[in-house]
């Protein structure tokens, strides 16, 4: 191959690099500088309060909003509606019951535009999630898991060739 064609394609892929980075599409990986509390992250996963307003606002302008109704548990003539927001291959599940208040309920965020609390993205290493995310038991395996019985809240970051794939979470409501 002549060195005419190898910087043509070194160019082209210089290029492609760069069209990648600044359309978001590789994670930035930049944590905060201080680590938050596992019970602080657990408190607020993605920074901001758990309203419907909230991540309509903070996550990426593609999300789809579907509203699901639900009777009431403990007043059947009433209903509560799950908004589920839908961004490629993540889900957050926010549960609106019939007297307005919103809760957080469930998710899986599996894309890396989706930024949780203190730079938590999907891509980062666990070295960074440990500097981002204090208290989180080290460990080896693939799926490390925080909890807080007391906001009933469980979350789970799993690793797969050392980097950030996926994180699952769960609330208890009633």
């Known amino acids: 191959m002549s060195v005419r064609w190898k910087v043509l394609l070194f160019g082209v892929a210089s290029l492609m690099v760069v069209g990648c980075v600044s359309s978001g599409k590789f994670p930035s990986a930049e944590v905060s500088s201080s680590a938050i509390s596992a019970s602080k992250f657990l408190d607020s996963p993605f920074g901001h309060n758990e309203s419907i307003a909230a991540f309509t606002k903070s996550l990426p302008a593609q999300t789809s909003i579907r509203k699901l109704i639900r009777r ?5 003539e009433k209903s509560d509606t799950i908004y589920q927001f839908r961004y490629r291959s993540s889900e957050v599940f926010v549960y609106k019951s019939c007297f307005g208040n919103e809760i957080l309920m469930a998710g899986v965020i599996a894309n890396p535009q989706i930024e949780m609390a203190n730079g938590v993205v999907v891509g980062i290493s666990r070295e960074q999630l440990h500097r981002a995310v204090s ?32 994180i699952s979470f769960a609330s208890y409501y009633d």
Not at 72 to 76: A, K, L, S
Not at 138 to 162: C, H, M, N, W, Y
């Open 72 to 76: 009431n548990t403990h007043h059947p």
């Open 135 to 166: 208290g989180i038991k080290q460990s080896e395996t693939d799926t490390l898991k925080i909890s807080t019985p007391e906001k009933d809240r469980a979350v789970s970051f799993i690793f797969k060739r050392g980097k950030l794939r996926k």
